[in-house]
């Protein structure tokens, strides 16, 4: 007996009659061998069977934008601690950046990354590879022995593509690859040593700004430059209104161009920032309220593509220090889902449907990563959501490593209660557990 799972009164969303519908699902070896009605274990089958109680069963999440920090940063996170907190937070496959140390800029680091990730087991580790080497913004990498290692696009997260032309032939080599460039847009000559965003706010609190337009204007450039190149061009953390202006032009005039948003971008302004708390400073910096605004515009008529956490650890001690000098990031693999359950589809701003296609197929089919499929032959990667589930934001319970996150205390909806990937389960809430057979 190989991985052989039955799970009973799962709700599953039926594509053809466009609502939800009780189903029970049997797993074995890593892909769905059936999904029915009713489905019961055959006299004398070993298989493992889960009462899922009616609650919300869904292919895992996927997220295209998490820092694990191996190698070299490993007090901050490592690939198994990253991965268990993804498996918890009901995600099923991730894609590490590169601003490690030494950076993701040879294929032996990429394959090293994969195995640390198929070690652990808690979920599908992918990588991006670095744009240059180190990062330093100097020389490309070389993209094609990156990409036979394993790497689903580039980038230089963490910083941006300070020239042009790099940017313009690291998308030539990436289009003819067919591989996408992902940037962190940032213009250092305008970010400068910014804490948060430029704004009455920053002015009050005396912190230095980064202007929104750090971020637009590279967003402007690298859209015309895929325009110019055909490369794909993938926006990370989206968070100016002008950059949102600037990917809905690329869509118009035929730009191959995604976007992410992050959790905290949707949630969050510049105004909850008092300058005493380092868990509220994070890059891009939560912006005004009309970009927040434009933010979630963006992701309702389909501009923004889907939705990354930028899961973020840094240690207590640097997110203790003041917020001039304490490092950007926030975590946030464990309550995305909660988090955007609670104010985007308790609210009625956004149906569960969509919001769950946004942190699942919508990343995958950019990316091109497995994502989990209910129906006989699909991928076993799931995850199972109580909806009614009430918990409040507790960083003690977190299985990340960092404790970083501005959301502290608030009383959330919607949490993950058992994830499967590859057919086994990689996290399960205790008070849930309840195998029989
Ligand atoms: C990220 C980090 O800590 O590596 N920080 C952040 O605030 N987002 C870098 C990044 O994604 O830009
Ligand atoms: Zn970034």
Redesign the pocket.
Known sequence: MENRLLLKNGRVWDNQLQQWVKRDVRIEGGRIQQVDAELSVSPGESVAVLDLNGNILTPGFVDP?V?FRSPGLEYKETIATGSQSAAKGGYTAVVC?P?TKPALDTAELMEWIKEQGEQAGFCRVFAYGAITAAQKGQELTDFASLKSAGAVGFTD??VGIQSGGMMREAMRRAAHLGLPIVT?SEDETLSGSGCMNESEVARRLGLSGIPGVAESSQVARDVVLAADTGAHLHI??ISDRLSIEAVRFGKTIGVRVTAEVTPHHLLLTDEQITGADANFK??PPLRSAADRKACIQGLLDGTIDMIAT?H?P?SDEEKQRSFAAA????VGLELAFPLLYTHFVRTGQLSIERLLDLLSAAPAAAFGLPVGELRPGGLADLTVLDLNRLKQVDPAEFLTLGKNTPFVGQELYGWPILTIMDGRVTWQETAHKEVQG
Do not use: L, Q, R, T
């Open positions: 934008h820092h950046m601003n997260d963490g962190h990370c953390h994070v890059n930028d973020a840094h490092p950007f990031g926030f």
